[in-house]
């Protein structure tokens, strides 16, 4: 998530506190939505979200630090990551019947048979719930989720499991904001 966190206080005051390291990318969207008007501010939250890899676990926490109410910067981060993995589920899901609705299936060399066949692996041991909740740990959602629908898995069940990850993470993200302030202040 944040790699650079500098918890100094430069004049004491919460104002100048300090949280993300200068230049960073994290501190450029940060200062991107800060220089927003203020009754916009939300918008440039709910766009953070949709961006893989800062989505709903560092799009609050950025809201949170430009002064929206964690509520606030929750939905909207929330928001952002939802509407952004369901274009792509959907969109995915398109492709797929597209792709597939008169293709002969294709000879696999012995190599691609043993991925699929590990990839196959994990989403069955997992299920679309497990890849869903545990995913963004290894990739963003909206890289996950049309993977799964790729897979065959069910795009509407993709949807609602990705909704309810999303929404976990970014409390998690809301409780690590608090968390950080709290230290930092």
Known sequence: MINALSLSMTAGTPDDLNLVQEGSWISQLQNWVDGLPEALQWLGVVAIGAVPFIESYSGPFIGMIVGLPWWVALICGVLGNAAAVAILIYGAHGIRSAVTKNAEPKELSEKQIARRAKIKKYFDRFGV?????????????????????????????????MAVSIVLWGLLSVGLGFAFLYLAG
């Open 129 to 161: 719930p497990g890849v869903a909740i545990l995913g963004p740990f290894a990739l963003p959602s909206q890289f996950t989720a049309p993977l799964m629908v790729s897979f065959g898995a069910n795009r509407h069940l993709v949807m609602i499991w």
